[in-house]
């Protein structure tokens, strides 16, 4: 009996110790940034979008590499969309001249 509640002390302090440490790296991921493409280069049809779906169209300017390696699972293989990057922008266009894709704006 005694022996089981030195190891159930042990164990609830593991447990405690373990969840000390998680909090400094949840605050760090809060605070993590990221490059983003400029918001004058979004099409009006985006720029009246929603703040996320505006953000995440900078996001896609900025970091192609990115999100061509994230598959999108939304179903628009089926529109000829290879990756989550084209669900933003259409392969056509270039750094300097991007050709937006409407998909992720709804």
């Known amino acids: 009996m005694q022996r089981t509640a030195i190891l159930a002390i042990l164990l609830v302090t593991l447990v405690v110790a373990a969840c000390g440490t998680a909090a400094p790296v949840q605050q760090d ?4 940034s990221y490059n983003l493409g400029p918001a004058s280069a979004l099409p009006a049809e985006v720029r009246q979008a929603p703040a996320g779906v505006q953000e995440a169209y900078r996001f896609a300017l900025a970091n192609r590499e990115v999100l061509s390696k994230i ?8 529109v000829g ?9 259409r392969p056509e266009g270039t750094t300097d001249q991007p050709v937006f894709d409407y998909h992720a704006v709804g």
């Open 29 to 32: 991921l809060h605070e993590a």
């Open 71 to 78: 598959p999108c699972y939304c179903g628009c293989g089926s």
């Open 81 to 89: 969309h290879m990756d989550n990057w084209m669900c933003y922008l």
